[in-house]
């Protein structure tokens, strides 16, 4: 009787608020710390980006600037060119790391001879840091002592000093990221793969597909909602890419391979321009936002 | 979640299409490692056959250029220092994720769904715009060129991730099993420690892995936070060494083996683990 007389009250109360007092302690803690260290200095970000300041005492009233430090960003050349980087890494992991990476996904699927050394392989640039990695390509590119340069030699060129080349260093950039991060998609594609249906292949097969049909209308529609969000995944990396730039270019030569983040660190921080380094922070923030928000409405919108 | 040695049944093929594809990975396989491979053989190297043979084995094995750096100190104190930092982001995103996700899975309070979502939000937030009011807060704090001025806005910034991940998989756990420990008697807290925690090992190592690795090879907050060389994390290290010896590239190239060494070594022991790891975010978000 008291069993069922407590469970009933239980029931009862699990309609309305159940634990709640337990909830208050093991929820503010997550709550406190995330507002403080990330919400907040967002909020403040969007508070200094109007003013000019170089961080010491508080910034006074007649400090404030409107949206001077904006108008000066959008004008600026350096953030034109690296917003304009930013755009090359989308189209760099959109048209050459995702099919790369669905090719080697689609040659890995089934466990076959040397499956799970390829998979390792591929995999193991993404679990290096990116500075180790930018520090490696730095030394691939190098002019003097570089493969490239020497390969470029050997077959009776001249030396190559990309890195050094005001139009094509970032170039450079680019290889290095869809070096390192095509086993993690590929990975991911490979994981879509084995959850689709194995009868839907048998069907195809009996109708007569050959594999280029079987890969086209029974892999790539089941494994659409994988390349979805590998996209997404791909959209917000390519936005946000700094440690990787700093040890192969340094946003060299002449501020030509600069990243948001990497024109951000270089400019606001590395100068203390407090009020100037926000914006470009709150500008970065309202572009990653709007493109992760109208890609979820617009595109995940079945996921 | 991915799992890199999942059996799949081996169909019949051509023999022909197995070669083409063989030759296929193997050309790719090359140029993923190519750039390993030379860079560590090259760290072996004089500075002047560097310069003359990059790509094949050294005429003279240099294995000094190892044993000098490991026999030193710098090396092993920047490793430990970025142990430090790990380890204790680990310790307190597990502290701090895992009750915050059992409130969400199992519990029901005011507000629940708000503060959730308010905390996913900080999926799609770009870290950088945080960084400069966070240098000034953590300088106001007094905690600038300390290692906590590097833990607790990490483990603040995993936060969301851990949270999602956990809170998924803790609500796999039937609520019956609240429930009757509920009516044995057990208070929350109890329920929390001695039922969820143990039925969940996998997911909390997974988030383990995930912190950590991202700890690990973090490089821009230590690079604002952080100041004098003793308290470098090891990417802060090599950036510094590489700055010190400029174009001396066997130096930098022993550096990056030896930093990289620990990860990959990790890798190959627990391969397995540590891709379900990286990728379980993916596949269960």
Request: hydrophobic share 55%; proline share 5%; net charge positive.
């Amino acid at each position: 009787m008291a069993t069922s007389a407590s469970k009933l009250q239980y029931v009862a109360s699990k309609r309305q608020m159940r634990g709640w007092k337990t909830a208050i302690i093991f929820v503010s803690p997550a709550i406190a710390l995330f507002t403080l260290f990330i919400i907040l200095p967002i909020i403040e970000a969007a508070g200094y980006s109007v003013f000019n300041w170089n961080g010491l005492g508080l910034p006074s009233p007649d400090r404030f600037v409107g949206t001077d430090n904006f108008e000066r960003l959008a004008r600026n050349k350096v953030f034109a060119r690296a917003f304009n980087n930013n755009m090359l890494l989308i189209a760099a992991s959109l048209f050459v790391q995702l099919p790369i990476a669905l090719a080697m996904a689609a040659l890995l699927a089934e466990r076959r001879l040397g499956t799970i050394t390829f998979r390792m392989i591929f995999f193991l640039p993404f679990i290096l840091a990116d500075i180790a990695a930018g520090l490696i390509w730095r030394f691939i590119f190098d002019g003097n002592n570089g493969l490239v340069s020497h390969a470029s030699q050997a077959m009776g060129g001249d030396a190559i000093f990309l890195l050094a080349d005001r139009e094509y260093a970032f170039v450079a950039v680019l290889v290095a990221v869809v070096w390192k991060y095509f086993g993690f998609h590929m990975m991911l594609y490979i994981a879509g793969m084995q959850a689709i249906d194995k009868s839907l292949y048998e069907a195809a097969s009996i109708d007569g597909a050959n594999a280029w049909h079987r890969f086209r209308y029974v892999t790539l529609p089941g494994i659409m909602p994988t390349i979805r969000l590998s996209v997404f995944f791909s959209l917000l990396g390519a936005l946000q890419l700094f440690d990787l730039v700093v040890p192969l270019t340094g946003g060299n030569p002449l501020n030509k391979t600069h990243t948001m983040v990497s024109f951000l660190y270089y400019f606001g921080i590395g100068r203390m321009k407090v009020g100037f380094g926000a914006a470009t922070g709150v500008a970065l923030f309202i572009i990653c936002v709007v493109v992760a928000f109208s890609y979820k409405k617009w595109v995940m919108k079945d996921d | 979640m991915t799992d890199i040695t999942e059996q799949r049944p081996t169909g019949l093929k051509d023999p022909n299409k197995s070669l083409a594809r063989m030759l296929v990975l193997i050309l790719v396989a090359c140029i993923v490692l190519v750039p390993l491979i030379t860079t560590m053989v090259g760290a072996l190297k004089s500075p002047g056959e560097l310069r003359t043979n990059p790509f094949g084995f050294p005429e003279q094995w240099l294995w000094s250029n190892y044993w000098d750096m490991l026999s030193g100190s710098r090396l092993w104190s920047i490793l430990g220092n970025s142990l430090y930092v790990g380890m204790w982001t680990v310790a307190l995103t597990l502290a701090i994720a895992a009750p915050a996700s059992f409130a969400f899975a199992h519990l029901k309070f005011f507000g629940e769904q708000m503060l959730f979502n308010y905390l996913i939000l900080g999926l799609t937030f770009p870290f950088a715009t945080a960084i400069l009011p966070l240098f000034l807060m953590i300088r106001d704090l007094g905690l600038l060129d300390t290692h906590w001025g590097i833990i607790l806005p990490q483990v603040a910034f995993g936060l969301a991730g851990s949270v999602l991940l956990t809170r998924n998989a803790f609500k796999q756990i039937p609520d019956e099993i609240v429930e009757s420990a509920l009516i044995d008697g057990a208070g929350y807290g109890r329920i929390f420690w001695s039922i969820i925690l143990p039925l969940s090992l996998p997911i909390l190592s997974t988030v383990a892995i995930i912190t950590f690795v991202t700890s690990w090879n973090n490089y821009l907050l230590p690079l604002v936070v952080l100041n004098t060389a003793e308290n470098y994390t090891w990417p802060l290290g090599l950036m510094e060494y590489q700055g010190q010896y400029g174009n001396d590239w066997p130096k930098i190239l022993t550096y990056i083996t030896l930093t990289i060494m620990p990860a990959v070594l990790a890798f190959l022991a627990a391969q397995k683990y540590i891709v379900a790891g990286l990728t379980a975010g993916a596949v269960k978000g």
